[in-house]
């Protein structure tokens, strides 16, 4: 039986029902596929019947595919847009600073009309992306590993309902957030990324006041960001001069200083309160240097309070990292609180993870299991006892500021069995995830192609 929160009335469309069901997160991510799936697709249409009319790009692909009702899975497949769409806009916009043709490319891809958002006397894509913010749009950019972010628009009605599910999924099933904590995040808390975004989140869910650290408090900047990736693309290729790549490496070896310093300051603080229950949030290689400044101050293994909240993962791609990392690591912290959640940025609704070690979803997540063209949905009789190896793409039902569907470049393996071993009820995914094709490779997906030619054709490029 579907269990409805009290905030639920007759009136709440289908879509608003489930987002409400994660306010009781134990009862949202335990719920058979027989009470959830005809829900999903009648709440897929409702949304669908608004978006269609607002955003021109989705309307364009219904009348394509010939699809007026959503009636099953496959019938939102055509209607998915592939994960590299946020990125589509020509680099020439925002190398020239045409920053006006930018906002023409955002505009094929928002809900709301951002035209008009004063773009005068921008000097770079942070500025731009900050006169985006001053008019109400939350735009989110990646950090562009290849040098071109991409970038997604956000109501600021998103943003508090992304908060909301961050408050009933991160931690569970584990441990309820109390506003108690000290949340340490080893990173930039402020910028519109979606690791700030979940630093927000999680200090605004979990943290006690005047006891959030952060490992700085400059904003983490994207012109930055995407410039050195940009370099070391350039560098890779053998098309940078010998003067860049100096000025690059003092650069990189100036801010690797300021990095070091900043994260002894931090580590004496987590340090100082490891006696109490503690949020902290933070990448191997962190936690490894983390460990080295505990052994200068004679701090062993296993002395951290067992409340603690220790989320980990990233940050091993060039760094030399002995074999054994996360066993030292683990046996660092000792019995602690290690919840996982599986995430990105295209997505406002994260996946924790249950004891088992699968990812459940909450119920306004439509998952879809495609095919490696992302062009067919798998089920379970496509793989064997139920168990289905394909690329990842869903159908997000929280968004205000732009359609939710997205084919991403994960491969992933769900289990379509009506019962988790934590004994709970849903599909979920095994903790296996990869991706079709790694940075600088190229990834194909059936509508990218399609859907790039019908964006340039809006813009003009």
């Not at 989110?140 to 943003?159: E, I, M, P, Q, V």
Request: aromatic share 8%.
């Amino acid at each position: 039986m579907i269990a409805t929160t009290t905030t639920a009335t007759a009136t709440t469309s289908t879509r608003g029902q489930l987002l409400e069901m994660i306010l009781e997160p134990d009862t949202a991510f335990d719920q058979p596929v027989s009470d959830i799936a005809p829900l999903q697709l009648r709440a897929a249409q409702e949304l669908f019947e608004k978006r269609r009319e607002q955003i021109p790009l989705l309307k364009r692909r219904a009348e394509e595919a010939g699809i007026d009702r959503i009636k099953s899975l496959q019938d939102i497949v055509p209607l998915l847009f592939a994960h590299t769409v946020y990125k589509s806009y020509p680099p020439s916009f925002v190398e020239q600073g045409r920053w006006d043709r930018m906002l023409t490319w955002l505009n094929t891809l928002s809900v709301d009309d951002v035209s008009t958002v004063n773009v005068e006397g921008v000097k770079d894509v942070d500025d731009w992306i900050a006169r985006l913010w001053e008019a109400g749009h939350m735009v989110l950019a990646t950090s562009g590993s290849t040098g071109k972010c991409s970038f997604l628009n956000h109501t600021r009605g998103d943003s508090e309902m992304k908060k909301r599910h961050f408050r009933g999924a991160v931690g569970w099933p584990f441990v309820r957030p109390g506003g108690d904590r000290a949340v340490f995040w080893l990173g930039p808390m402020k910028g519109p990324n979606s690791a700030c975004e979940a630093a927000t989140f999680n200090a605004a869910n979990w943290g006690r006041p005047g006891s959030v650290f952060a490992l700085t408090d400059a904003p983490l900047k994207i012109a930055d960001v995407s410039r050195m990736a940009a370099m070391r693309k350039r560098m890779a290729e053998g098309s940078a001069g010998p003067q860049e790549i100096a000025d690059f490496e003092q650069e990189a070896k100036r801010k690797a200083i300021e990095g070091r310093e900043a994260m002894l300051g931090l580590a004496d603080k987590i340090l100082d309160h490891r006696h109490e229950p503690l949020m902290i949030s933070g990448m191997w290689a962190q936690y490894m240097m983390l460990i080295a400044r505990a052994r200068e101050r004679g701090i062993g293994d296993g002395e951290f309070h067992p409340q603690c909240i220790v989320n980990a993962g990233g940050g091993v791609k060039g760094i030399a990292l002995p074999d054994d990392y996360k066993e030292q690591v683990e046996r660092f912290f000792g019995k602690v609180i290690r919840p996982a959640a599986y995430g990105m940025t295209e997505l406002a609704q994260v996946m924790p993870r249950c004891e088992a070690g699968r990812y459940h979803r909450a119920p306004g997540l439509i998952w879809l299991v495609l095919d490696r063209d992302g062009e067919r949905v798998l089920t379970a009789e496509d793989g064997e006892d139920g168990i289905v190896e394909g690329r990842f793409a869903f159908l997000d039902l929280l968004y205000e500021g732009r359609w939710g569907g997205v084919i991403t470049g994960d491969k992933v393996t769900v289990d379509f069995k009506p019962r988790c071993a934590c004994g709970r009820t849903g599909p979920t995914l095994f903790d296996n995830i990869t991706r079709f094709a790694q940075v600088g490779e190229d990834d194909h997906i059936g509508c990218a192609g399609t859907i790039d030619g019908y964006i340039r054709g809006e813009i003009g490029a």
